[in-house]
């Protein structure tokens, strides 16, 4: 159960009163996410996702907040943050930092043909264009820095062949960094988990609290290690070439992007894995039950070193 | 035929890559409307409206779309402008001033009942309580101000008889100005083609082309004087009754206001009578087929005075 932080209608129905979205009709706990505490909000006036930020620096919200909002008034399907009558976008309740955004329709789809990794792949490209014109910054949290300091955090936990293979590939990412890559705001975690699907369509993109600024290349990565997956674990070649195809029809990739892409595949791994890892061997209380097995990752990771 | 200027296929495909909205898939004149040119817009990512300004000067334009930027980030259902790839809401095509703003899924009614009056009294509150943190400001462009130019540009059509109720009425007008009612942005124009109900629930409130800041109260009034009309032009109770309570449940009304309300019941149809007579006596090419028959309001006034 992924609701830290209980909330009561009567509480709820006062605290949207500093909003002009009418009365609360229905209030109902969302059991996924490990992050926040996340309740589908009905109004008299439509409906929304409140979330209660368990985790995340407050000085960082508004960096999420104000994302979301620049995408979504670039047309992008995203949950939009619902401003309060004072104008802001950052509430409290129940002593959390809180905000209310946009409901968005559809449902995530577990097993995404060409079609749908098309999809994905033009709606991460219009993102990537969408978020050009953003002017804020907050590097990648999941970046290489905090790899490095992950890795620190484990090194109890890892048997030594875990060790041996977290260090070499840290130490080969370290020599494969890439300054010069187009870099902009990145949603770093588009899994399938992550998009909705209407009708064949995305109908829109979740979850946009392990954003920030990185390259571009890198959140492409990230999906297709999610979204082409064969049965090895390695990239199926339909759908990744279908992904990568609907990506540069909008954002044609550099010649310096194509030679990367095998480094970014490995990155994109390294970082899941390792965030995995921390959350199995260092959980925080009340999230065990959606901790995911970090050896799918580690075997991705390996995989992707392989190829 | 409302749409004064054409747009091609072709040409707004290319003009949508000014934006992150996906390609271009349909493209359709809206023959509704008497003010711009509009069309409906359908994209790889959704259904917008495009509007070339054929009147508004180009000075005031950025006071509606961010007004409708504001409004909609603060969950009233209206139309969300789209910024383009510079992060900008006004464009350009075909040489004129335009904008892609979202397109509202409902159609309008033409018999409301209580509850639909309720419906729109209360959205008009919401949107009064949401306006009031929108910084900018433009005098209603149809106040008190324009009544006088009007009357002016009319008085060499006008019969002895329609003469003396408009100087009598601007007379009286002139007498019962009411500087210290609740101001702010008003819709100003929010007849029943103006809002699109779904599901018995009002799912969008369009065209704010006529909105600028002036009486809260005011914007009560010109509703009041199109969605709760009996037979006789008069008010009917039931339907006029639901929209103010529905409204005062979000926003009570002052005592001030509350004496007021003859007056800007008698405001509202004045104005709605003048540019009815200017639209008729004086049209500008292409527009005839939308003018409306003055005498409509004119009764309305008539009644108004009456009661």
């Known amino acids: 159960m992924s609701v830290y932080t209980p909330v009561a209608e009567a509480e709820l129905d006062a605290w949207l009163r500093n909003y002009s979205v009418g009365r609360l009709q229905a209030l109902e706990p969302i059991k996924a996410g490990i992050e926040n505490s996340n309740y ?30 620049h995408l979504a008034r670039h047309g992008i399907p995203c949950p939009a943050p619902i401003a309060d009558l004072a104008d ?17 329709s559809g449902t995530s789809i577990e097993r995404p043909g060409e079609r749908e990794c098309a999809e994905v792949g033009a709606l991460l490209a219009r993102m990537h264009l969408a978020g050009r014109s953003y002017g804020a910054y907050l590097e990648n949290p999941r970046g290489p820095k905090w790899w490095r300091l992950a890795a620190a955090d484990l090194k109890p936990f890892l048997s030594g062949e875990e060790s041996a293979l977290l260090e070499d590939e840290l130490a080969f990412q370290a020599q494969h960094r890439f300054p ?27 979850d946009f609290y392990f954003a920030g600024v990185d390259c571009l290349h890198y959140d492409v990565a990230v999906c297709a290690n999610d979204w082409c997956l064969d049965a090895n674990f390695g990239l199926e070649p339909a759908r990744a070439g279908a992904l990568l195809a609907a990506y540069e029809a909008v954002r044609p990739l ?23 890892l921390h959350d199995f061997h260092l959980p925080r209380p009340g999230m065990l039950v959606h901790a995911h097995d970090p050896a799918h990752f580690r075997t991705i990771l390996e995989c992707r070193r392989a190829s």
């Open 254 to 276: 550099t010649p310096a992007e194509r030679a990367a892409w095998p480094v970014m595949l490995r990155a994109a791994a390294l970082r899941f894995w390792l965030s995995r």
């Open 88 to 104: 802001q976008y950052l509430q409290r309740l129940h002593g959390k930092p809180a905000a209310l955004v946009t409901r968005l």
């Open 180 to 206: 010069d890559l187009p870099r902009g705001p990145v949603h770093a975690d588009l899994f399938r988990d992550n998009a909705l699907f209407e009708e064949g369509r995305i109908s829109g993109v979740i």
């Open 40 to 69: 589908f909000v009905t109004t008299s006036q439509g409906r929304y996702v409140l979330t209660l930020f368990e985790r995340l620096p407050a000085s960082e919200l508004p960096f999420y907040l104000d994302l979301m909002a």
